[in-house]
């Protein structure tokens, strides 16, 4: 749609400045605002570079994951979900791929933001419902990218807080 080309064209011109995007998307469900998303994570693998998709649920995640799955078929990028309940064993099989750099977009809940999780190259970060996701825990997040580094963030939310518009 329209208003998706905009927010792609607006994603594209902050991710080529010098200091790190914080841009909010709002928009009704099914509004499109996860096709922006997964473009904006697209482009920081396209420079070699990790992007992390954080939901506030487990159910949350898991639809973001299948979505991203239904956008790019096949294994066109590598990625994966990370919730509270994955299977210790494919937990460390993801988190020693997601460090090396060989796992490019990884999806999850506030498991992304646990101290055993390390990126190799964490470049754009989108936090879905943001307003359910504390400012300590969006640090935590920011905190994964290489040293003196922030990655670019996408917040979204289907609907306005003024808080956060403020």
Same mark, same amino acid.
């Given at each position: 749609?329209?208003?998706?080309?905009?927010?792609?064209?607006?994603?594209?011109?902050?991710?080529?400045?010098? /200091?790190?995007?914080?841009? *909010? #998307?709002?928009?009704?469900? =099914?509004?499109? +605002?996860?096709? $922006?998303?997964?473009? &904006?994570?697209?482009?920081?693998?396209?420079?070699?570079?990790?992007?992390?998709?954080?939901?506030?649920?487990?159910?949350?995640?898991?639809?973001?994951?299948?979505?991203?799955?239904?956008?790019?078929?096949?294994?066109?990028?590598?990625?994966?979900?990370?919730?509270?309940?994955?299977?210790?064993? /494919?937990?460390?099989?993801? *988190? #020693?791929?997601?460090?090396? =750099?060989?796992? +490019?977009?990884? $999806?999850?809940?506030? &498991?992304?933001?646990?101290?055993?999780?390390?990126?190799?190259?964490?470049?754009?970060?989108?936090?879905?419902?943001?307003?359910?996701?504390?400012?300590?825990?969006?640090?935590?997040?920011?905190?994964?990218?290489?040293?003196?580094?922030?990655?670019?963030?996408?917040?979204?939310?289907?609907?306005?807080?003024?808080?956060?518009?403020?």
């Amino acid at each position: 749609t329209a208003d998706q080309s905009k927010a792609m064209a607006a994603v594209d011109d902050e991710l080529v400045r010098d /200091r790190p995007m914080q841009r *909010l #998307l709002m928009g009704e469900v =099914g509004s499109g +605002k996860t096709v $922006v998303a997964v473009y &904006a994570m697209l482009r920081a693998v396209e420079s070699g570079a990790q992007a992390a998709l954080m939901a506030p649920t487990e159910t949350l995640a898991e639809q973001h994951f299948a979505t991203l799955q239904a956008l790019m078929p096949g294994e066109l990028v590598q990625a994966a979900l990370l919730t509270g309940a994955t299977p210790g064993g /494919r937990r460390a099989d993801l *988190l #020693l791929k997601l460090a090396s =750099g060989e796992l +490019k977009l990884l $999806v999850g809940t506030h &498991a992304l933001i646990e101290e055993a999780v390390e990126f190799d190259r964490l470049a754009v970060a989108v936090v879905d419902e943001q307003h359910r996701v504390g400012v300590n825990q969006r640090r935590a997040l920011d905190r994964k990218a290489p040293d003196g580094l922030a990655p670019h963030v996408l917040h979204m939310a289907a609907t306005p807080i003024p808080r956060t518009l403020a």
